[in-house]
């Protein structure tokens, strides 16, 4: 067991540990978190949904994962006033398809951030179409005896993205103190993206067939666009539990990663986890942050997770080139 110790956060966040995040699914041919039943009924289970969860307007401070953490203290929030004319939205992957019943909104705090008019779509493209929405509405303000927005699709809807989109005006930000999912369950007929891996080993150093999702809404594909000049940053000093993901296509024969950052712009500490499926994780690495960071490690993999663990302050967390170690 990799030991780090979970810091607690100026902005109100406690007790989060990444590591509670890496799945212990069973490993085939050397390869890390493969699909297994247990990781089939895990795309219900909102402690792997830390980074299936994004959005559009994001304040670095206060991100998406912030509405699936457990603790309605700690609020997603669009930093920035609701306006009709440009629509904020938190998007859900749960990397295979699931039949959801509706949604719920916890305003237990930040109750004025409400959304003064919501669509909410449930797909299969990452992109939903307007056909995807099941239902839109104008909700009541929630107060403190009535602190929920319940939203019922009337049917159950199936498909792997759920979109939750503010589509009014006010001047709040948005927040989302703790999303729940109501009637979540694994359609069994259909597997998870990843889980037919075959034991096959491709060539995956191409880092323009790479996709790199982040906690945030900074444009994670500078960091592999060739130019150390161009950055990804996090926009807020590094604190627990701020990260990134690398699809990289196809499962690979890695051997560790190679970060370069903007000199002083580094990390705390990173925990580095793998997955041949993008739903079982397993730790393979930890570095303390650096300039430069080569990162030895031995797995078959398709997907890397790479999560700030402990805080820094003075200096933002900016990768400027990420790599394959050879």
Known sequence: MLAFLASTLSCGRIGYDPRDLAGTGGSGSGGAGGATD?????????????????????GDVTPPFFAIDGTPANAYQSRRDQDAASPIYLQLDFHGT????????DYTTHASDYPRSYEVSVSNALAPTPADTVVAGIPAPPTMAAPFIDISFGASQTGRYLRITETGSAAHWWSVPEL???GCRVVPSINPIGSSWDGGI??????????IV???ASPAAKMVDGDPGTVWPSGTDPYDGIWFEVDLGAVGDL????????PGDIPAELLISASTDGIDYVDVASALGADVMDIPFATQSRYLRVTNVGSRVGSWWSVAELNLRP
């Open 255 to 262: 051997h560790g990663l190679v970060l370069s950052h903007r």
């Open 214 to 216: 982040a906690f945030n």
């Open 98 to 105: 699931v039949a959801l019943d509706g949604i719920s909104l």
């Open 180 to 182: 729940n999912v109501t």
């Open 202 to 211: 491709s060539d995956v150093t191409d880092r323009s067939k790479w996709v």
């Open 38 to 58: 247990s990781g089939l009924l895990a795309l219900c289970d909102k402690a792997k949904w830390h980074t299936w969860i994004t959005g559009n307007a994001t």
